[in-house]
């Protein structure tokens, strides 16, 4: 098994469900060919860097994960035939350096993806209410 990240484009005129039912969809074609997801990063929208299907933005989508080369073909066959993405870019990660950046990227990624619930939970529990009694303001010396 070897590391793989893919960073994929999907249209921006979908709707919300629609980009979450497309990600589904992609890690769905990255599982059931024997992959491991190991993290993703939603990036969200960005405006792209030259107009692609007429589009000027982009929902853009991280995905780190653990296949068998032989299965990358048709993972990006899959990804070629899917009109829901207007681009996507497979990197695979062989060196000892490469793989060592790749775990570095994947524990970033999870970070950030658990970083939301936990900034949740401290709102969720009520600030107790404090009581300020004001200070007597001094009058200047004349």
């Known amino acids: 098994m070897r590391n793989y990240e893919?960073?994929?484009?999907?249209?921006?005129?979908?709707t919300a469900e629609e980009i979450q039912a497309s990600l589904k969809a992609i890690e769905e074609v990255i599982t059931s060919n024997g992959g491991e997801i190991a993290a993703t990063n939603a990036m969200g929208m960005r405006k792209l860097?030259?107009?692609?299907?007429?589009?000027?933005?982009?929902?853009?989508?991280?995905?780190?994960?653990?296949?068998a080369p032989a299965a990358i073909s048709e993972i990006e066959r899959r990804f070629r035939i899917n009109e829901d993405l207007l681009r996507f870019v497979t990197i695979k990660y062989d060196t000892n350096?490469?793989?060592?950046?790749?775990?570095?990227?994947?524990?970033?990624a999870k970070k950030v993806a658990d970083a939301p619930k936990a900034a949740v939970v401290p709102e969720a529990e009520e600030a107790p209410e404090v009581e300020v009694e004001e200070a007597p303001v001094a009058q200047a010396a004349e």
């Open 97 to 108: 350096r490469e793989i060592a950046a790749f775990n570095g990227l994947v524990a970033k």
């Open 6 to 14: 893919n960073l994929v484009i999907v249209k921006p005129t979908f």
């Open 49 to 67: 860097a030259y107009p692609i299907a007429k589009n000027e933005r982009g929902y853009f989508h991280v995905i780190y994960y653990s296949i």
